[in-house]
């Protein structure tokens, strides 16, 4: 299977990177396109976290044939991500895909200065992206002999996009819709993105069934509503399973340092060490919950039932969003 890479950070992704995408597609020299996200680039961080980046990508292609997103670096944890490094590892991985890498021409004029960039045409047939006249140097295609195609020119950055953000203009027409809500909803490129969840439970009796929910809050905005019932057990345990739920919420979608709430008091004082956890059924998701704190760097802090945002989503059953 002949498969072209096609690596950056996507920093967020944008139409240009998808127009391009899909002439890699259609020009029939390949079986499959892959956006190969940049886990740790070498050269000039992403602003977005890596998960970030790979979400705003499987959003974007929703739909489209022949095109994924590779998460190869990542799954590794390759850092920093060299393209030496990352197609040694890729192709040792993959044995049996024929595999291109896609750069442009100001890529390939800056090639020598890459990690060991002679043995790179040993790892993958390189494939020349050309918008004008480049003027590659001769040693260098006579090293790479890439299969050169003719790349439209698009008047479209992530750069751009990010300025735009930070200025509170519309980014509409430059990257779909569905990435621009993943956007505005994670609080990214705002250089703001002040998060809060408030996490709730209750009991039909002590025990008794459980409802558990929480509410996400990004810039003052709820952006996210989960509720379910989850067994049978106390109020304590269901404060926990509901904390739980909230911080695997909140790890999946790439969110760290924010606030956690809950007009649980006990749960708090728990939590910061204050009361000791006795119960055998609760000492687990205790010692769990806590390792999740720590790992996300957040605060846990206590609210009045009034003021806990999810406290009404644990008054009737719903299903999760």
Same mark, same amino acid.
């Given at each position: ?44 961080? @992403?602003? @977005? ?48 895909? /024929? ?101 709730? @439970? ?19 905005? !709820? ?5 379910? !019932? ?14 739980? /739920? ?65 406290? @009404? ?9």
């Amino acid at each position: 299977m002949k498969v072209a890479l096609f690596g950056g950070r996507f920093d967020p992704p944008h139409y240009g990177h998808l127009i391009l995408a899909r002439d890699l597609r259609e020009s029939g020299f390949f079986d499959t396109v892959k956006f190969l996200v940049n886990y740790s680039p070498p050269h000039k961080k @992403a602003e @977005a976290g890596f998960s970030h980046r790979v979400r705003m990508l499987q959003l974007m292609l929703r739909g489209e044939e022949g095109i994924t997103v590779e998460t190869f670096e990542g799954e590794k944890g390759i850092s920093p991500s060299y393209t030496y490094d990352v197609l040694k590892a890729y192709k040792r991985e993959h044995p049996d895909e /024929e595999v291109f890498f896609v750069v442009g021409e100001d890529q390939m004029k800056q090639i020598k200065s890459w990690k060991m960039y002679e043995k790179l045409p040993t790892l993958a047939k390189f494939v020349l992206l050309k918008r004008g006249e480049g003027n590659v140097p001769e040693d260098v295609l006579r090293t790479f002999k890439p299969l050169t195609l003719t790349a439209r020119k698009l008047d479209i950055s992530s750069s751009e996009i990010r300025r735009r953000l930070r200025e509170g203009k519309s980014v509409r027409g430059l990257t779909s819709q569905e990435v621009i809500d993943y956007i505005h909803s994670h609080g990214l490129y705002t250089g703001e993105g002040d998060v809060a969840i408030y996490t709730d @439970a209750s009991a039909k009796g002590n025990p008794g069934e459980l409802t558990i929910a929480f509410v996400v809050r990004v810039n003052g905005r !709820t952006v996210y509503e989960f509720s379910k !019932t989850a067994g049978y057990g106390t109020n304590n345990e269901g404060e926990y399973l509901a904390l739980i /739920e909230a911080l695997n919420w909140a790890k999946r979608s790439g969110f760290k340092n924010f606030k956690v709430y809950t007009d649980s008091r006990l749960v708090v004082n728990q939590i910061k060490g204050v009361y000791r956890v006795k119960s055998p059924r609760i000492r687990p998701l205790y010692t769990l919950a806590l390792g999740m704190i720590e790992e996300l760097g957040i605060e846990i802090l206590h609210v009045s039932r009034e003021e806990n945002l999810s406290d @009404a989503l644990t008054r009737f059953k719903r299903t999760g969003v």
